[in-house]
């Protein structure tokens, strides 16, 4: 699975995979991308219209790591940041990365706090301090008051 903010990825794309809640993924062949009020619209070969496709409202879109266009070296993909150990910047451990969702355009981290309390932290530049992949650790100085709301 990879995470972008652009739109335009899509359009470098043959294939996309669909999976429905609780069902297996569907390979999609891409036949067109355009933007509609600034989100990707994509059409599939295997889907003829409106109709068929509003039965693929909710599906979780999947792209398979080697399907991806060549990456910036600098890009992050999600599932690297999954499993990441997050540290205040004053050195206490805060948990693991557990998820990774988009809400409007905003990234949040979903962390699990060992005291079994998920912490929803806005993965914003101005907060995050270091991103090490190699030693799996993210150092963060969250908002004033973010943290008080969940420890």
């Known amino acids: 699975m990879h995470y972008t903010d652009s739109p335009f990825l899509f359009q470098e794309l043959k ?24 989100k990707p619209l994509i059409f599939f070969q295997e889907i003829g219209g409106r109709d068929q496709a509003e039965g693929f409202r909710g599906a979780e879109l ?3 790591r080697k399907d991806l266009p060549e990456e910036d070296q600098s890009a992050i993909l ?3 940041l999954r499993g990441l150990n997050v540290i205040r910047s004053d050195g206490l451990y805060l948990g693991a990365i557990q998820e990774v969702q988009d809400h409007a355009g905003q ?20 907060y995050i301090l270091d991103l090490d992949l190699e030693s ?4 963060i100085d969250p908002p004033p008051g973010l943290l008080e709301l969940y420890i």
Do not use: C, N
Not at 112 to 120: F, K, S, T, V
């Open 15 to 38: 294939r996309i995979y669909l999976r429905l809640p609780g069902g297996r993924p569907k390979r999609f062949t891409v036949e067109s991308v355009r933007l509609h009020q600034e």
């Open 62 to 64: 999947m792209i398979r």
């Open 78 to 80: 999600v599932d690297d």
């Open 107 to 126: 990234e949040i981290w979903v962390i699990a706090h060992p005291g079994g309390r998920e912490i929803l932290f806005p993965a914003v530049d101005q």
């Open 136 to 139: 799996r650790q993210a150092r």
